[in-house]
């Protein structure tokens, strides 16, 4: 049943991600991964690639990922499938705010609008929320440690060097604006007050 469920929470926000992608690349510019350089290439091959080849492999044969499961609560399991399906219309929510802006890199557009509705309004970088938050419940519904230690360890790599790349682009395109736009809004999650 858990296996179900990851492949259509998984499945659906692959499918809105390629979709809205689809449609920015056909709305004109797109960056080359390349031009980010070795470092982030490197950095998705360490820590995005094992862990999307891991929930492939749960996908096909959870037997596969035996080794890592541990013994999880099945009620701890269904918050993870409830987590899941609520990423999902939050994932369409953010990919149809950000729109052609959408990039596959940290770099930022030429054609690059700050866009400051829909999530965007609260929070920063919905799109590394709504993905971590659909990494963790995946965690949770294969109750599969390594998947949660990728996961966590990706995270982290968001929060410390994907993010802040990404922000210093932008400032460096949109300058006070987005100063403006950083002092009120979380970075992954709403602020609870606007900074002064």
């Known amino acids: 049943m858990f296996r179900w469920i990851v492949l259509l929470v998984f499945g659906a926000n692959i499918a809105i991600s390629a979709y809205f992608r689809w449609k920015a690349r056909q709305a004109g510019e797109t960056i080359v991964r390349a031009e980010e350089g070795a470092f982030f290439v490197i950095l998705r091959l360490v820590f995005a690639l094992p862990l999307f080849l891991a929930i492939l ?3 096909i044969n959870p037997a596969w990922m035996a080794w890592s499961s541990v013994a999880m609560p099945v009620g701890v399991r269904w918050i993870g499938a409830v987590l899941g399906l609520g990423i999902v219309p939050l994932t ?7 729109g052609r802006n959408i990039s596959e890199t940290v ?3 030429e054609t690059h609008e700050l866009v400051t509705d829909g999530p965007y309004r609260w929070v920063r970088h919905p799109l590394y929320t709504t993905g971590s ?3 963790i419940s995946i965690s949770l519904l ?3 440690w390594f998947i949660g230690l990728m996961t ?3 995270v982290c790599m968001i929060v410390l060097v994907v993010i802040p790349r990404e ?9 006070d604006a987005y100063r403006a736009y950083k002092k009120q809004t ?11």
């Open 167 to 175: 922000e210093a682009n932008l400032i460096a395109s949109f300058g």
């Open 142 to 144: 294969t109750a599969n």
């Open 133 to 135: 938050l659909l990494l």
């Open 107 to 109: 770099l930022t557009k």
């Open 152 to 154: 966590g360890l990706a």
């Open 92 to 98: 369409y929510a953010v990919f149809r705010a950000i």
């Open 57 to 59: 492999a749960y996908l």
């Open 186 to 196: 979380g970075m992954l999650l709403p602020r609870l007050r606007a900074a002064s």
